[in-house]
């Protein structure tokens, strides 16, 4: 998944790769949030869109919250390819994303990882990041501090010291902050974060939602998977929005991965990647699954029309 990740962020800071305009809406039933990401990568030749949205009331009756389905294309005839199940191929790209930015972005030194959220894709975002530096220990805060213990077996699972703290002492300690949660107002705020860190914010994908201080933003040195959709339904919309910063201050994270753009150029420099989530992200994944299967003989064949 990295590297199908990495890969299509480098192909659409060169202008081969680009995203469809995306579609989220709240439906007006079950509190749902629906909608629709595509694109075509013409490097990979991967060509389809993702369905799906977060429904919050799923864990009562024992379901995922995130829903999704993934409709992959052939781009030679426009004939469907593949459907791939995205719930667990979202929590794999968004973990994947956020991987990248740590790989590239962060400091090398970095030791302390802070987790700001403990749902169904925190353990799927410690697990990535833990592949991208030498982390020793893990600080974690959550709305529901109950769900804590999941994330905390995770890092005793891979050997990591694992504390629960509050929201200022995770600023404070932490080398790079993972913030996945679907909140509407700040949970970190600036002038808590110390020089150096690297901030991956990746829950905020929707006009409203936000997880930062927009100061924050005006700190940092900022990246984003796309700009567009950063500036929109990122979590610089709320920065852009009260003049904080400005398009022009954002970088596509494929321009550090193909070397046009240097990334990180001090130890002190506040790093943040704004990871709204690109469809082309899923078609990726997804076209990575698809051929394993095809090669493995797994899932199901079936002829439409």
């Not at 305009?21 to 990401?37: C, N, S």
């Not at 804590?148 to 509050?166: D, K, Y």
């Not at 990647?273 to 990726?284: K, R, S, Y």
Request: hydrophobic letters at 45%.
């Amino acid at each position: 998944a990295f590297g199908a990740v990495e890969a299509v962020f480098a192909a659409m800071a060169r202008g081969d790769a680009y995203n469809f305009p995306v579609v989220r809406e709240a439906i007006g039933h079950a509190d749902a949030l629906y909608g629709f990401k595509g694109g075509f990568d013409r490097a990979g030749l991967a060509l389809g869109l993702k369905a799906g949205g977060y429904w919050p009331g799923n864990m009562d009756k024992g379901l995922t919250n995130h829903q999704s389905t993934v409709f992959l294309f052939d781009p030679d005839t426009g004939q469907l390819s593949a459907l791939v199940g995205g719930n667990y191929l979202t929590a794999l790209r968004t973990a994947a994303s956020s991987s990248v930015s740590i790989a590239h972005l962060a400091r090398k030194d970095a030791k302390v990882l802070g987790m700001v959220g403990a749902g169904h894709q925190s353990t799927f975002q410690l697990r990535a990041a833990v592949e991208q530096r030498a982390f020793e220990k893990v600080v974690a805060w959550n709305p529901h501090p109950d769900m804590l213990p999941r994330l905390g077996a995770v890092a005793e699972e891979l050997g990591l010291a694992f504390e629960a703290v509050s929201q200022q002492d995770l600023g404070a300690e932490a080398d790079v902050i993972i913030t996945i949660t679907s909140a509407f107002e700040p949970l970190i705020m600036a002038d808590w974060i110390k020089p150096g860190t690297h901030i991956a914010c990746m829950g905020t994908d929707t006009k409203g939602k936000q997880e930062v201080d927009p100061a924050l933003l005006k700190r940092a040195t900022v990246f984003a998977d796309e700009i567009a959709q950063s500036i929109s339904i990122g979590e610089a919309q709320h920065a852009v929005a009260q003049g904080l910063i400005a398009e022009g201050d954002i970088t596509p994270v494929g321009a550090v991965i193909n070397g046009t753009h240097p990334g990180r150029t001090s130890e002190d420099e506040i790093t943040l990647f704004d990871g709204t989530g690109v469809g082309l992200q899923d078609l990726a994944v997804a076209s990575v699954a698809a051929r394993i299967a095809r090669e493995r003989g797994l899932g199901d064949m079936a002829r439409l029309g």
